[in-house]
T-cell receptor
């Protein structure tokens, strides 16, 4: 089955800096790559996603880039703010897994004011 | 409109007892997923329902776990003879199906087995 690796496991930045989280996956047939933000005690919230026919997608301060050849995708957060502090999960779906999501292990992002 | 809802929000049970967890998906969503999140861990896929098709049970960790979806809407996840390692947050998500992969999660049920 699909295997997803996420790095780093923790990331600490100063307010205003950029943050980058990277995920690699194993199934070359996968075609859907979402990112979820989970605050303490809350449900995961979909913040951005990308399909395999697109290389990059932006939404205000958040962007996701996809390299299908290398089988990795990254989340970029610019001008970080303290409210961006949370756990971020990447996930992969499609191919032999169809709609079920395989998640990375998560990255704890801390933005220091 | 209303999002995915789950009940109960918290459940404490004694080892060996059976529990039922409920999920109400977004109205009209044909696909429903169950995941499990252990403390400080990522989400682990359990089971997936799509319309009238046979469910994908490939993620269920043992035969103590089962789920059903009645009338293509509400789903119940049942854990029989609970063990301490079953303690986790159980999350449900739904999508509109038909090629849509965007999954929206419910608030989860926190299960504690003592």
């Amino acid at each position: 089955g699909e295997n997803v690796e996420q790095h780093p496991s923790t990331l600490s930045v100063q307010e205003g800096d950029s943050a980058v989280i990277k995920c690699t996956y194993s199934d070359s047939a996968s075609n859907y790559f979402p990112w979820y933000k989970q605050e303490l005690g809350k449900r995961p919230q979909l913040i951005i996603d990308i399909r395999s026919n697109v290389g990059e997608k932006k939404d205000q301060r958040i962007a996701v880039t996809l390299n299908k050849t290398a089988k990795h995708f990254s989340l970029h957060i610019t001008e970080t703010q303290p409210e961006d502090s949370a756990v971020y999960f990447c996930a992969v779906a499609g191919g032999t897994s169809y709609g079920k999501l395989t998640f990375g292990q998560g990255t704890i992002l801390t933005v220091h004011p | 409109g209303a999002g995915v809802s789950q009940s109960p929000s918290n459940k404490v049970t004694e080892k060996g007892k059976d529990v039922e967890l409920r999920c109400d998906p977004i109205s009209g969503h044909t696909a429903l997923y169950w995941y499990r999140q252990s403390l400080g861990q990522g989400l682990e896929f359990l089971i997936y329902f799509q319309g009238n098709s046979a469910p994908d049970k490939s993620g269920l960790p043992s035969d103590r776990f089962s789920a059903e979806r009645t009338g293509g809407s509400v789903s119940t996840l049942t854990i029989q003879r609970t063990q301490q390692e079953d303690s986790a947050v159980y999350l449900c998500a739904s999508t509109s199906g038909q090629g849509s992969y965007e999954q929206y999660f419910g608030p989860g049920t926190r299960l504690t087995v003592t």
